[in-house]
């Protein structure tokens, strides 16, 4: 990968996001679940950002929240990856009526914005974390099957799967070897836009009240708290709201530079 | 000695929006074990689908658009038609008992993968190889190819090779199995004049080692000259005439092949005016074949009232030519 200022920004956003969540035990200065009597104090030297309504460190809840985001944007974009690869590599490479089918399919699910279709999942099966990235992995599988058949489409057409035919390849071996190692770049690419996607939508469905529930730190269920004492401490909404920015914004940045 | 292939009759159609194209019309030949044929025509006649045919490739998958026998003596003796068998059987054919390979050694190998990987994936498709004895194939391969420093060229991907380098390569994956029958489709077409003649004694050289039966596809004469013994003319899905290559070379007898050979340009006889002549008008659409005779609308030959009422069929002229031309007796006199 060569390292355009995009991606050099974006890189850099990711490592401070993963920083936090595999450091957060180590820099977070309060143990981010611990309350105080200090209900909604004004950022300090103790606490940065100020405390919250139980009298927790805003800025611990931060850096911590950093995991709950990763883990589910991680996991969503597995799960997406791990669905629609699949499908994305077998329509496109057998193509006819099975391809047909597919296309329906993922025309029919990309129609419908992802958050509304995540928030009605989520309502059904209840809001926990492994909810949650399975919810929003389902919701992206037809991003990533449709851009994976679409390259799909024209390296079926290569000289070299003719060749890979002609010394007796077998469709499993070809697409496996052949096919799938030419499409992972841009898959990896969609990975990377895929997490971006669902940090975002988890933070909303937690800013809307279907998120993680309490007391895990999560960001967008913090910016919906401190919504309520914005005259107070803007910084209590601000902070998460930031670090969501940051992080979604690290991811998108790598992801959409390719292509 | 029985052939190690026979084609009878095969015709090769392609048909989709209201439109049916002959590609390969009722084309029947033999090919004797170690033998080279070079099968010569312009671009579109055909050839290459005779090529795919044979692989089971063509992609057609209509009942009656694919039909005749190529029947195949497999290398452990038993003789079979390749149209009969299932997908997962014709696998099995592929690089193990017939190879192919293409015009084109820019875009055969995959670009993500070494070379060295790609030789030995072809070598564990077909036998229980372990990786190490795979590998060890592959590095016997290119040194029998004589491609100086194989090791390292094991270790390189596609695009840090020159085009002669990847057509070695693509040989070597071609021969990783030790097929009976090589189908070579231009293989020679995209390399430069010096890199073509080391391709063609290459090949010569590992058919002599190996013995295996070689399908030499091209439009190009010099090379036909060069490598086969025998040849067949194809013109429009047809073939028109075919012999030994220095036969038809010296005495053509079907009309196309004698323009085809005018038009090359000769050291020993310039053309008048200083001119090549050029076969008049096009290769017909194949969705459109003209009536009676293929050729006879660019045919100086072609008598109206015979060449576009009645189609020629094959003649033997002697024992090892065929022509399919109705004036061949008055043109050869």
């Known amino acids: 990968m060569i390292l355009t200022p995009r991606r050099i920004v974006g890189l850099a956003l990711i490592a401070l996001a993963l920083a936090c969540a595999a450091l957060a035990d180590v820099i977070a200065p309060h143990d981010p679940l611990r309350s105080s009597v200090a209900f909604l104090s004004p950022p300090s030297a103790a606490h940065a950002l100020g405390t919250d309504e139980l009298g927790r460190d805003v800025l611990s809840r931060?850096?911590?929240?950093?995991?709950?985001?990763?883990?589910?944007?991680?996991?969503?974009?597995?799960?997406?990856?791990?669905?629609?690869?699949?499908?994305?590599?077998?329509?496109?490479?057998?193509?006819?009526?099975?391809?047909v089918v597919t296309v329906v399919l993922i025309d029919l699910f990309v129609s419908l914005p992802g958050l509304v279709l995540a928030l009605v999942i989520?309502?059904?099966?209840?809001?926990?974390?492994?909810?949650?990235?399975?919810?929003?992995?389902?919701?992206?599988?037809?991003?990533?099957?449709?851009?994976?058949?679409?390259?799909?489409?024209?390296?079926?057409?290569?000289?070299?799967?003719?060749?890979?035919?002609?010394?007796?390849?077998?469709?499993?071996?070809?697409?496996?070897?052949?096919?799938?190692?030419?499409?992972?770049?841009?898959?990896?690419?969609?990975?990377?836009?895929?997490?971006?996607?669902?940090?975002?939508?988890?933070?909303?469905?937690?800013?809307?009240?279907?998120?993680?529930?309490?007391?895990?730190?999560?960001?967008?269920?913090?910016?919906?708290?401190?919504?309520?004492?914005?005259?107070?401490?803007?910084?209590?909404?601000?902070?998460?709201?930031?670090?969501?920015?940051?992080?979604?914004?690290?991811?998108?940045?790598?992801g959409s530079s390719v292509e | 000695m029985s052939a190690l292939l026979e084609v009878r009759d095969l015709t090769v159609r392609f048909s989709g929006r209201g439109q049916v194209v002959n590609a390969v019309h009722r084309v029947s030949f033999d090919l004797a074990p170690g033998e080279t044929v070079a099968l010569v025509g312009e671009s579109g006649c055909g050839k290459s689908t005779i090529g795919l045919a044979i692989m089971g490739l063509t992609g057609v998958a209509r009942a009656g658009d694919l039909t005749g026998a190529i029947t195949l003596t497999f290398k452990a003796g038993k003789r079979r038609d390749l149209m009969g068998l299932s997908d997962r059987a014709m696998q099995a054919v592929?690089?193990?008992?017939?190879?192919?390979?293409?015009?084109?050694?820019?875009?055969?190998?995959?670009?993500?993968?070494?070379?060295?990987?790609?030789i030995r994936e072809a070598i564990t498709q077909h036998q229980g190889a372990s990786r190490t004895a795979a590998d060890d194939s592959a590095l016997g391969l290119l040194k029998q190819l004589g491609?100086?420093?194989?090791?390292?060229?094991?270790?390189?991907?596609?695009?840090?090779?020159?085009?002669?380098?990847?057509?070695?390569?693509?040989?070597?994956?071609?021969?990783?199995?030790?097929?009976?029958?090589?189908?070579?489709?231009?293989?020679?077409?995209?390399?430069d004049v010096t890199i073509q003649a080391q391709i063609l004694e290459l090949l010569k050289r590992l058919q002599a080692q190996t013995g295996m039966a070689i399908l030499f596809i091209t439009?190009?004469?010099?090379?036909?000259?060069?490598?086969?013994?025998?040849?067949?003319?194809?013109?429009?899905?047809?073939i028109v005439e075919a012999g030994a290559v220095?036969?038809?070379?010296?005495?053509?007898?079907?009309?196309?092949?004698?323009?085809?050979?005018?038009?090359?340009?000769?050291?020993?006889?310039?053309?008048?005016?200083?001119?090549?002549?050029?076969?008049?008008?096009?290769?017909?659409?194949?969705?459109?074949?003209?009536?009676?005779?293929?050729?006879?609308?660019?045919?100086?030959?072609?008598?109206?009232?015979?060449?576009?009422?009645?189609?020629?069929?094959?003649?033997?002229?002697?024992?090892?030519?065929?022509?399919?031309?109705?004036?061949?007796t008055e043109i050869a006199a």
């Not at chain 1, 799967?161 to 496996?176: K, L």
């Not at chain 1, 971006?196 to 809307?208: G, M, R």
């Not at chain 2, 036909?224 to 429009?236: L, P």
């Open chain 1, 62 to 99: 931060v850096i911590h929240g950093a995991r709950t985001s990763l883990v589910i944007g991680f996991g969503a974009a597995v799960v997406a990856m791990a669905i629609g690869a699949p499908v994305g590599l077998f329509a496109g490479y057998f193509g006819g009526r099975v391809d």
């Open chain 1, 122 to 254: 989520t309502v059904m099966v209840g809001p926990s974390l492994q909810n949650l990235a399975l919810v929003l992995g389902f919701v992206m599988w037809p991003g990533v099957a449709r851009l994976v058949r679409g390259q799909v489409l024209a390296i079926r057409e290569a000289t070299f799967i003719e060749a890979a035919r002609a010394v007796g390849g077998t469709p499993a071996w070809i697409i496996s070897r052949h096919v799938w190692p030419n499409t992972m770049r841009v898959a990896a690419a969609q990975f990377a836009v895929s997490v971006s996607f669902a940090i975002f939508t988890s933070s909303s469905l937690s800013f809307l009240g279907l998120g993680i529930p309490p007391p895990t730190p999560d960001w967008g269920g913090m910016v919906r708290t401190g919504y309520d004492f914005l005259a107070i401490n803007p910084l209590l909404s601000l902070g998460p709201g930031a670090a969501v920015t940051v992080t979604v914004l690290g991811f998108y940045l790598v």
């Open chain 2, 94 to 118: 592929r690089g193990n008992e017939v190879a192919m390979i293409f015009q084109e050694p820019m875009s055969s190998l995959n670009p993500v993968h070494t070379v060295g990987w790609q």
């Open chain 2, 147 to 191: 491609i100086p420093d194989a090791e390292r060229c094991l270790r390189a991907y596609p695009h840090q090779l020159s085009g002669g380098m990847r057509q070695r390569v693509m040989i070597a994956i071609a021969l990783s199995c030790r097929p009976s029958l090589l189908i070579a489709d231009e293989p020679t077409t995209a390399l």
């Open chain 2, 219 to 238: 439009h190009n004469f010099g090379v036909v000259a060069e490598i086969a013994k025998r040849t067949m003319v194809m013109y429009a899905g047809q």
């Open chain 2, 246 to 328: 220095s036969e038809v070379f010296h005495a053509p007898r079907m009309p196309y092949t004698r323009a085809l050979l005018d038009s090359l340009p000769r050291l020993d006889r310039a053309a008048p005016g200083g001119r090549l002549p050029a076969i008049p008008g096009q290769v017909p659409s194949p969705s459109a074949l003209p009536p009676g005779c293929a050729f006879h609308p660019r045919c100086r030959y072609a008598l109206p009232g015979l060449c576009d009422g009645r189609t020629p069929a094959l003649e033997m002229c002697d024992d090892r030519r065929v022509v399919r031309c109705l004036r061949w």
